[in-house]
């Protein structure tokens, strides 16, 4: 079945830098990655996705990219700001999958 | 819009006891999914539905059972509760497996 490794558990950054998580999948069929974000106590909600028929995805402060041949996929975020502290999972399925396959995690604090 | 309702938000058992946790979308999607966090930790798949009537088990089945009662609603029942079930259970739902999963905003279940 399919692994998805997360790196790194937790990262630290100040306000105003880049924030860089990066996943890897073991499943070829695999194409479709999406990212969510956690915040304390609350539900994870999805903050961008990418296809296997693009490299890179944009929404204003995020963006994900995609190397097929490597099998892995990034999260970046610029200029970051104390509301994107929490934790962030990225997810790997296919279709007719039935399930996703999460990472662990990523803890990101931004300090102001 | 309500999107994935779970029912109850807290609940406190006692070790031996069942219980029935209820989740129900109202977004006409096909793939229901059951997850459970333990604090600090990622998301552990429990059983998933791709389709009315079908189930299979996750990563942590063991201890669980689930209900594909309709399109709208899968449950997710512990026969014996134990302390190692103390968790925060999270339903989701989604069009396909290669789609965005919306999340629940959680159940917290402690286990005396």
């Known amino acids: 079945g399919e692994n998805v490794e997360q790196h790194p558990s937790t990262l630290s950054v100040q306000e105003g830098d880049s924030a860089v998580i990066k996943c890897t999948y073991s499943d070829s069929a695999s194409n479709y990655f999406p990212w969510y974000k956690q915040e304390l106590g609350k539900r994870p909600q999805l903050i961008i996705d990418i296809r296997s028929n693009v490299g890179e995805k944009k929404d204003q402060r995020i963006a994900v990219t995609l190397n097929k041949t490597a099998k892995h996929f990034s999260l970046h975020i610029t200029e970051t700001q104390p509301e994107d502290s929490a934790v962030y999972f990225c997810?790997?399925?296919?279709?007719?999958?039935?399930?996703?396959?999460f990472g662990d995690g990523t803890t990101l604090t931004v300090k102001p | 819009n309500a999107g994935v309702t779970q029912t109850p938000k807290f609940q406190v058992l006692k070790t031996g006891q069942s219980m029935t946790l209820q989740c129900a979308q109202d977004?006409?999607?096909?793939?229901m999914y059951w997850y459970r966090q333990d604090p600090g930790m990622g998301l552990r798949l429990i059983y998933y539905s791709a389709s009315e009537g079908t189930t299979d088990k996750g990563e942590v089945p063991n201890g669980y059972n689930v209900s594909r009662l309709n399109k709208r609603e899968f449950s997710l029942r512990l026969e014996s509760a134990a302390p190692s079930q103390t968790s925060v259970y999270f339903c989701?739902?989604?069009?396909?497996?290669?789609?965005?999963?919306?999340f629940g905003d959680g159940t917290r279940l402690s286990i005396l």
């Open positions: 977004m006409n999607h096909n793939s």
């Open positions: 989701a739902s989604s069009d396909k497996s290669n789609q965005p999963q919306h």
């Open positions: 997810a790997a399925s296919y279709t007719n999958a039935g399930k996703s396959t």
